[in-house]
Each structure stands twice: as C-alpha cells, then as structure tokens.
C-alpha cells in the first residue's frame, strides 16, 4: 500500500515554514536555499520514519503489527526558494509505503489516521470491495476499471476504517496488487479563507495542523510560535 500526501502552506504559515527550514536545518540567514531544503527532506524522511515507529497510522484487523513501513519519500516544493518572510503558498508532497504481512480476506477492516477535515481518495486493490465504511466523510464511490475508488475527508476524530472483502471472481493478496490512500490539506491564514483542495469544505487550520508541520512540531516547539517580523 502507498500513501500519498499533499500539503499546502497559505499565508503566515507559509512563513513559519520557511523559517523553521532555515533554523532547523540552515544557516539562519533569513534565506532558504537548496540544499537547506535537501536537508530538511531527509530530516523529515527520518522523522516520519521514528513517528510511525511511535505511532503507527495504519493498522489492519485493530492492529499495527503486521502493518510495515519499507519506504518514505518526502519532496519539499521549490516554491519554498527565498527570504524565510516570503508568505506566497508552499505545496509540498510525500509518499509512505507498507506492506501488510497478514492475508486480506472477508470483513477485514484497515484503519487509517490522518488530518482532521482533510481530503482523502483511497483506490483499493484490483478485485477488494467495500463492505463500509467509518469516518469518510461526503463519501464518494467510482469504478476507475477493476478498481473501486472511494473519494471523501477525514472526518473531526481524524480517522477511517474500512471494511473490505474479496471479489468472487479474484481471489489476492493486498501484497500482490496495491492499494493506494491520497491525503489533501490545505491551510488557510486569518487574512484568507481557503477551502479544502477537492470536497470544497472550509477547514479550519488555526492550529497548523497538517502532516509536514506536525511532523516539525513535534521535534521543535518553536514552530507552535509566530517568527519574529
């Protein structure tokens, strides 16, 4: 299975984002420049690496032990160039993949944390159904050719389950035919109302909440804090 992130950074987060860059991993010159942004994404690959070891966001059947991560690639948009007070939006991308050591059969669920509100397209493996579903909101189901795609948000509790089955037709293994889970977010400042990259709906972001800034936060407390003007 891979998951895919999408993250947009509006306004003063933009901001914040590109100072703690240049603290964290620059030469705090008030400027972000290439290879401090190399070295921010291997230190956020590291970091999602010991995150997910702590606190693992996909489990299968309510637990994480057959859950494995063997892949995490993180890519820091070039947008992010310049003087760390630039406020211009940030769209940054990452990518986990896992491989589920457990065979997937009739009523098994998988459970997925993400970021409250955010936006969320999971296109299952070739020959799965669903049988339903926790915590998608303004839910959507297609048929993109042997696979069914499911489109909605994380809902406030920031999680989804799935209960998924085997088609008569073809019986696999997850393993063998990946699946795949897309998350969107994006952040809106006090100065601009945004709304959320497919569903339309306004999520409130006051918080910084997202998946690269969490992942910052929680290794620097100063980004909880505006940077200096």
Same mark, same amino acid.
Request: aromatic content about 8%.
């Given at each position: 299975?891979?998951?895919?992130?999408q993250?947009q950074?509006t306004?003063?987060?933009?901001v914040?984002?590109?100072?703690?860059?240049?603290?964290q991993?620059?030469?705090?010159?008030?400027?972000?420049n290439a290879?401090?942004?190399?070295?921010?994404?291997?230190f956020?690959?590291?970091?999602?690496?010991?995150?997910?070891?702590?606190?693992?966001?996909?489990?299968l059947?309510?637990?994480?032990e057959?859950? $494995? /991560?063997?892949?995490?690639?993180?890519?820091? @948009? +070039? !947008? =992010?160039?310049? *003087? &760390?007070l630039k406020?211009?939006? %940030?769209?940054?991308s990452a990518?986990v993949?896992?491989?589920?050591?457990n065979e997937?059969g009739?009523?098994?669920d998988?459970?997925?944390?993400?970021?409250?509100?955010?936006?969320?397209?999971?296109?299952?493996?070739?020959?799965?159904?669903?049988?339903?579903?926790?915590?998608?909101?303004?839910?959507?189901?297609?048929s993109?050719?042997n696979?069914?795609?499911?489109?909605?948000?994380?809902s406030?509790?920031?999680?989804?389950?799935?209960?998924?089955?085997?088609?008569?037709?073809?019986?696999?293994?997850?393993?063998?035919k990946?699946? $795949? /889970?897309e998350?969107?977010?994006?952040?809106? @400042? +006090? !100065? =601009?109302?945004? *709304? &959320?990259?497919?569903?339309g709906? %306004?999520?409130?972001?006051q918080?910084?909440?997202?998946?690269?800034?969490?992942?910052?936060?929680?290794?620097?407390?100063?980004?909880?804090?505006s940077?200096?003007?």
């Amino acid at each position: 299975m891979t998951w895919e992130y999408q993250e947009q950074v509006t306004g003063n987060e933009s901001v914040i984002f590109r100072n703690l860059i240049d603290l964290q991993e620059g030469n705090r010159d008030n400027f972000v420049n290439a290879w401090e942004i190399l070295k921010a994404e291997t230190f956020l690959r590291n970091q999602t690496k010991e995150t997910l070891r702590a606190k693992p966001d996909v489990k299968l059947n309510g637990t994480s032990e057959p859950v $494995k /991560v063997t892949d995490v690639d993180f890519c820091i @948009s +070039k !947008e =992010t160039l310049g *003087k &760390t007070l630039k406020n211009s939006s %940030i769209t940054n991308s990452a990518s986990v993949s896992y491989i589920f050591e457990n065979e997937i059969g009739q009523g098994t669920d998988i459970w997925f944390m993400g970021t409250p509100n955010s936006n969320a397209t999971i296109t299952l493996p070739a020959g799965f159904d669903v049988e339903r579903t926790e915590g998608l909101d303004n839910k959507s189901q297609e048929s993109a050719g042997n696979r069914i795609v499911l489109k909605g948000s994380f809902s406030p509790e920031k999680n989804i389950t799935l209960w998924i089955s085997e088609n008569e037709s073809s019986k696999t293994k997850l393993p063998e035919k990946q699946g $795949k /889970v897309e998350q969107n977010t994006e952040n809106k @400042s +006090k !100065e =601009t109302e945004n *709304k &959320t990259i497919v569903a339309g709906e %306004i999520a409130e972001t006051q918080n910084f909440s997202g998946y690269f800034k969490d992942i910052l936060r929680d290794v620097s407390p100063w980004f909880s804090r505006s940077p200096k003007s």
